[in-house]
């Protein structure tokens, strides 16, 4: 249990709870990883605290009480053995020790309730979720993987999360409190040329990575919506634009893309493709994508071809009836931007990209390129990059994008979750609620 996860009466937190709020001097309290009682009654809303979860042993209540009263409460607590030992000794823990994580164990997927709560080490930051996303390569992971990624078992699911930071390492530059999205990274952790040792995902209560990896988010922001922007925005937006460490297994340049420049997006109402049409808008692009006349899953009145083009692509193209390489032959595109992974696709690009310009795809790792091609083919895998998410944080803050959510389940509710993005019938981020009231 966490030692403070009562509803505060001080009229700093309008009733809130002491471990989401009170983190710092102005907070007029105690927090879960700091004992800063700046003010008498911080110290007594501490004291009432411990009083109620000890109140069956009045020797314990006692010892607690004359402790804290003498002790020195600045600093963190991890900085006080002395305290944590006598907490600890006394049936209280400074932190929450055990979690609900979902676990992959021998290719099966089960929810484990007594999960140990990790703790972060230099430069990392201890993470209490809120809410996950699901993506497809979530479900790749767990029948085996790709050629590229594996996963090494027993593991923790999930890359995307929204949350408060309640734990930081030694180096971190991020406080306490914090509200913050974040990318634990797939090249990072999973790549079968060595990653960092295996995943600790997102589909559980807690979950600790790297502090460069998260991007803070303001208050008023929604923190369901944001779950859904980590790995398929990252993905959209490097490869548009930048590459930031994402990599091209061709060595090969990524996308530049600027205002006034044509770009087509193959897949405009897939996951990351949505982002793609968004943020290409965003910058000035003259914005074509391919989609299909199939009614939207959620809803049911309007179509992928409606719901793209109100994303603002210029054009969209019914991929079902119409071949976007013979209805766009001669156009001369600055780049194509493949989100469905189609070998055909790749063969057709010469005729509409300018002779030498991208053809950047996430979809297709084994590609068929015909031997006169004059595209420049790149695969590309995104990197964890926490400066490029405040990026597109301030894109989502500025209205000029926006997370579309198919739909919600529970964390217990995992596996349903995963099924509706294996059988595609999502339209938008599908969110998992972990912690949704904090």
Same mark, same amino acid.
């Given at each position: 249990?966490?030692?403070?996860?009562?509803?505060?009466?001080?009229?700093?937190?309008s009733?809130?709870?002491?471990?989401?709020?009170?983190?710092?001097?102005s907070?007029?309290?105690?927090?879960?990883?700091?004992?800063?009682?700046?003010?008498?009654?911080?110290?007594?809303?501490?004291?009432?605290?411990?009083?109620?979860l000890?109140?069956?042993?009045s020797?314990?209540?006692?010892?607690?009480r004359?402790?804290?009263?003498?002790?020195?409460?600045?600093?963190?607590?991890e900085?006080?053995?002395?305290?944590?030992?006598?907490?600890?000794?006394?049936?209280?823990?400074?932190?929450?020790?055990?979690?609900?994580?979902?676990?992959?164990?021998?290719?099966?997927?089960?929810?484990?309730?007594?999960a140990?709560?990790p703790?972060?080490?230099?430069?990392?930051?201890l993470?209490?979720v809120m809410?996950?996303?699901?993506?497809?390569?979530?479900?790749k992971?767990?029948?085996?993987g790709?050629?590229?990624?594996?996963?090494?078992?027993?593991?923790?699911?999930?890359?995307?999360?929204?949350?408060?930071?309640?734990?930081?390492?030694?180096?971190?530059?991020?406080?306490?409190?914090e509200?913050?999205?974040?990318?634990?990274?797939?090249?990072?952790?999973c790549?079968?040329?060595?990653?960092?040792?295996?995943?600790?995902?997102?589909?559980?209560e807690?979950?600790?990575?790297?502090?460069?990896r998260?991007?803070?988010?303001?208050?008023? #922001?929604?923190p $369901?919506? %944001?779950? +859904?922007? *980590?790995?398929?925005g !990252?993905t959209a937006y &490097?490869?548009?634009?930048?590459g #930031?460490?994402? $990599?091209? %297994?061709? +060595?090969? *340049?990524l996308?530049? !893309?600027?205002?006034? &420049?044509?770009?087509?997006?193959?897949?405009?109402?897939?996951?990351?493709?949505?982002?793609?049409?968004?943020?290409?808008?965003?910058?000035?692009?003259?914005v074509?994508?391919?989609?299909?006349?199939?009614?939207?899953?959620?809803?049911?009145?309007q179509?992928?071809?409606?719901?793209?083009?109100?994303?603002?692509?210029?054009r969209?193209?019914n991929?079902?009836?119409?071949?976007?390489?013979?209805?766009?032959?001669?156009?001369?595109?600055?780049?194509?931007?493949?989100?469905?992974?189609?070998?055909s696709?790749?063969?057709k690009?010469d005729k509409?990209?300018k002779?030498?310009?991208?053809f950047?795809?996430?979809a297709?790792?084994?590609?068929?390129?015909?031997?006169?091609c004059r595209?420049?083919?790149?695969?590309?895998?995104?990197?964890?990059?926490?400066?490029?998410?405040?990026?597109?944080v301030?894109?989502?803050?500025?209205?000029k994008?926006?997370?579309p959510?198919?739909?919600?389940?529970?964390?217990?509710?995992?596996?349903?979750?995963l099924?509706?993005?294996?059988t595609?019938?999502?339209?938008?981020?599908?969110?998992?609620?972990?912690a949704?009231l904090?």
């Amino acid at each position: 249990m966490a030692l403070v996860a009562t509803p505060c009466e001080s009229p700093a937190c309008s009733g809130r709870s002491f471990d989401s709020y009170h983190s710092s001097a102005s907070g007029g309290g105690c927090s879960v990883q700091s004992l800063e009682c700046y003010n008498p009654s911080g110290r007594d809303l501490a004291l009432n605290y411990i009083d109620s979860l000890m109140a069956h042993d009045s020797t314990k209540i006692q010892s607690s009480r004359s402790f804290l009263s003498s002790s020195n409460f600045s600093g963190r607590w991890e900085e006080h053995e002395d305290l944590c030992d006598h907490l600890e000794g006394c049936g209280l823990e400074s932190v929450q020790k055990e979690m609900r994580a979902w676990r992959v164990v021998a290719g099966e997927l089960e929810l484990d309730t007594s999960a140990p709560v990790p703790k972060p080490g230099k430069g990392e930051v201890l993470v209490k979720v809120m809410h996950a996303s699901v993506n497809p390569i979530d479900w790749k992971l767990m029948g085996g993987g790709t050629p590229l990624f594996r996963a090494r078992e027993p593991y923790t699911p999930g890359f995307d999360f929204s949350g408060v930071i309640e734990g930081v390492g030694p180096g971190t530059d991020i406080e306490i409190g914090e509200r913050v999205i974040g990318y634990l990274g797939l090249m990072e952790t999973c790549s079968v040329e060595g990653g960092e040792g295996g995943l600790a995902g997102s589909f559980a209560e807690y979950c600790c990575l790297p502090s460069s990896r998260v991007a803070v988010i303001p208050g008023y #922001s929604d923190p $369901r919506e %944001l779950a +859904g922007l *980590p790995l398929a925005g !990252l993905t959209a937006y &490097q490869a548009l634009f930048t590459g #930031s460490g994402g $990599r091209s %297994l061709q +060595g090969g *340049p990524l996308g530049s !893309l600027k205002k006034g &420049q044509k770009v087509l997006v193959l897949g405009g109402s897939t996951g990351t493709g949505c982002f793609g049409v968004q943020l290409a808008k965003a910058v000035g692009a003259r914005v074509t994508a391919t989609a299909s006349d199939a009614k939207m899953p959620v809803g049911g009145k309007q179509t992928k071809l409606d719901w793209v083009k109100s994303l603002g692509a210029d054009r969209v193209i019914n991929y079902r009836v119409r071949d976007w390489a013979e209805d766009l032959a001669g156009q001369e595109f600055d780049m194509i931007f493949d989100c469905v992974g189609d070998d055909s696709d790749v063969s057709k690009a010469d005729k509409v990209l300018k002779s030498g310009a991208p053809f950047v795809s996430i979809a297709n790792f084994a590609p068929t390129i015909p031997k006169d091609c004059r595209t420049k083919f790149a695969n590309f895998i995104v990197a964890a990059n926490g400066d490029d998410l405040s990026e597109l944080v301030t894109l989502t803050e500025l209205n000029k994008l926006e997370v579309p959510v198919d739909s919600a389940h529970p964390l217990e509710n995992l596996q349903d979750a995963l099924e509706r993005s294996r059988t595609s019938r999502a339209a938008g981020k599908i969110i998992i609620d972990v912690a949704p009231l904090l």
